[in-house]
């Protein structure tokens, strides 16, 4: 998992300000990706789901499940999670910011 991340340029993405709200969201993403490089898919995937559950416009969050899915060949799951990763990532994002850019709010 953390190739594929870092071949669609993920590298640098945690390190992000994150707002006190979707902590919560982020411990759990953050505990789903270690299931996932860990082998454990079963776990990972219920802790993406909790994690989406928590944060839903979360673009990280559904940034790390779709690559997750992407890994595991469930590719129309996987393209619905990058969609709403990308869609929130236009939404909020400032000139001259990358995914892999630091937030700076």
Known sequence: MAQLRKQLGAVGVHD???????FLAYYVDNLAVRFADAGD????????DKAVDLGPRVARIRFNYGTFLL????????????RHSYGWI?????????LASPSRG
């Open 41 to 48: 898919a079963k776990r990972a995937e219920m802790m993406f």
């Open 90 to 98: 236009r939404e909020t994002r400032q000139p001259g910011r990358t």
């Open 71 to 82: 890994g595991a060949s469930r590719l129309e799951l996987a393209k619905g999670q990058l």
């Open 16 to 22: 992000s300000v994150v707002r006190p709200k979707d």
